[in-house]
């Protein structure tokens, strides 16, 4: 079958999240399985720089009057597998980052940015304008490609199954009504039956009303969107359609995080050479700024510094980390609060070290240095990191809830245990957890055993895109 997989960023061209892993990951994954996939992107800078083998492509015409939309054809420069670029210089040709500017504002026409995206992917299942290649499936991601199935359906393009995946359903895509003046759909499509919801366009409820088959990135998040907690004002609609709902684990790319082969760590190791990952805590304690001790066990945290990662649990609980011996690094940026308060403690606490940026390369060097990898999260759809820190035998301390409940096993299980799970997000059980492991890391036979059964788990794309594919086997929908 011919899949377009179709969304606003893609590793290693343009990346702000997990999306980005996910878009360059996947679609290798799919072709290596035997699928005919090509990419769709907007051709930001960053893409158009890039991609190899560009071809200047074909015109779509001026569908917003606000200037001509290129179709560029190329080449993803590390896999080879083919991308389109949707090239709208006034939308995708700009500085600052792809969905804010550099006050950190969102762009203000992203309402058009990412419809014409949509528009595009739909029109792609065209036969008649569709070029030399056209779709069976879109493979939709997020809310910036929410329009195209209504873009199919008011278009009358029938031949073309859709496929949605939710990657994170806080972020929807909201807009005022006014928008429909610029983003080439009837007006009739404003309705509870269409884009609306409450009172706005939703990129994020078109989506889910006019998919074929919806995905989401775990079966814990699948599940938990469907309740008022997690479900932002869409478990109705997502309730109603339970049927066509599925939740699959993303992979991760061993190719890039396996201790065996990873440039950036100080020493390579692997399931058989345990003892080799001491070298990379005692480079991490140098760079990092921390006393050099084996004996202080190691916590580390890696990502976005807010409350939805838990980082506030975390902060009210250092000074018991402390207390117990060990010793925390911290890689990430966020609220600023939470940046000021780390960087203050830092600069006054030996055992605490927080480099206020992101750097994928000392990302590694935690991931592979320490002996515990710190994930509190109160929602997380999926989670990449904490399936990183397994392979490398870091073993995480996570919240059951989304993709950590579905990829670690609390160490009290009695088989395949590889870290420490804790239910209420609250600061005394994130400490619990943090003792458990502390306790655990003491016994040196039983630590073993753990970071055995965390470093057997194979997350590799190979799993998730055999998933993907039967569903993309499943009829089309039947609408009543």
């Known amino acids: 079958m011919s899949v377009l997989f179709v969304a606003s960023e893609a590793y290693p061209l343009v990346k702000t999240g997990g999306l980005a892993d996910v878009a360059g990951a996947l679609p290798p994954a799919l072709a290596e399985a035997g699928e005919d996939i090509r990419l769709l992107l907007p051709a930001y800078p960053q893409a158009l720089d890039g991609v190899v083998n560009r071809r200047d492509g074909r015109s779509m015409g001026d569908p917003f009057g606000i200037g ?31 969905y804010q500017q550099a006050s950190g504002e969102d762009w203000p026409d992203n309402h058009a940015r990412f419809a014409l995206l949509s528009q595009i992917a739909a029109r792609m299942g065209n036969p008649l304008e569709g070029g030399d290649w056209v779709p069976d499936i879109l493979h939709l991601n997020d809310w910036q490609t929410g329009l195209a199935g209504a873009y199919l359906h008011y278009y009358g393009i029938k031949g073309v199954k859709t496929v949605f995946t939710i990657h994170n ?109 001491m070298a990379n805590k005692r480079a991490l304690q140098r760079e990092m700024g921390l006393p050099v001790d084996d004996d ?46 780390l960087k203050e403690l830092s600069s006054s606490h030996a055992r605490i070290s927080a480099r206020i940026m992101y750097n994928e390369e000392i990302a590694h060097r935690i991931i592979a240095g320490c002996d515990m990898f710190l994930m509190p999260s109160r929602f997380e759809p999926c989670g990449l990191t904490q399936m990183y ?28 245990a590889d870290g420490v799970v804790f239910d209420v997000p609250v600061p005394q059980a994130l400490g619990k957890a943090i003792g458990r492991a502390i306790t655990a890391w003491k016994d040196k036979n039983e630590w073993r055993q753990l970071q055995q059964n965390a470093m057997k788990k194979d997350f590799g794309w190979d799993r998730s895109a055999q998933e993907y594919i039967k569903i993309y086997r499943k009829p089309r929908r039947v609408r009543v």
């Open 296 to 341: 202080a066990p190691l916590l580390g945290f890696v990502g976005r510094l807010t409350e939805q990662k838990g980082v506030d649990l975390i902060a009210e609980n250092l000074q018991y980390i402390m207390s117990a011996g060990a010793q925390i690094v911290f890689l990430g940026t966020g609220d600023k609060r939470l940046e000021d308060f």
């Open 389 to 416: 820190a397994l392979r490398y035998g870091t073993l995480p301390i996570v919240r059951r809830t989304g993709g950590l409940n579905d990829t670690v096993t609390d160490l009290n299980e009695k088989e395949g």
């Open 68 to 98: 001509e939309v290129r179709l560029i054809e190329a080449q993803m420069p590390d896999s080879g597998l083919p991308v389109y670029l949707v090239d709208c210089p006034v939308l995708y040709r700009r500085d600052g980052g792809i």
């Open 169 to 277: 359903l806080r972020y929807q895509g909201q807009f005022d009504p006014s928008i429909m003046q610029v983003i080439a759909l009837p007006q009739e499509a404003y309705g509870v039956n269409g884009i609306e919801f409450h009172g706005a366009v939703s990129y994020m409820k078109s989506a889910l009303f006019f998919s074929d088959h919806i995905t989401t990135v775990s079966r814990t998040y699948a599940q938990e969107i469907q309740t008022p907690e997690f479900g932002y004002g869409m478990e109705g609609l997502l309730q109603a359609r339970a049927e066509d709902l599925y939740g699959i684990v993303n992979g991760i790319d061993y190719g890039i995080w396996n201790p065996e082969t990873d440039r950036l760590i100080a020493q390579n190791y692997s399931i058989d050479s345990l003892d080799r990952k």
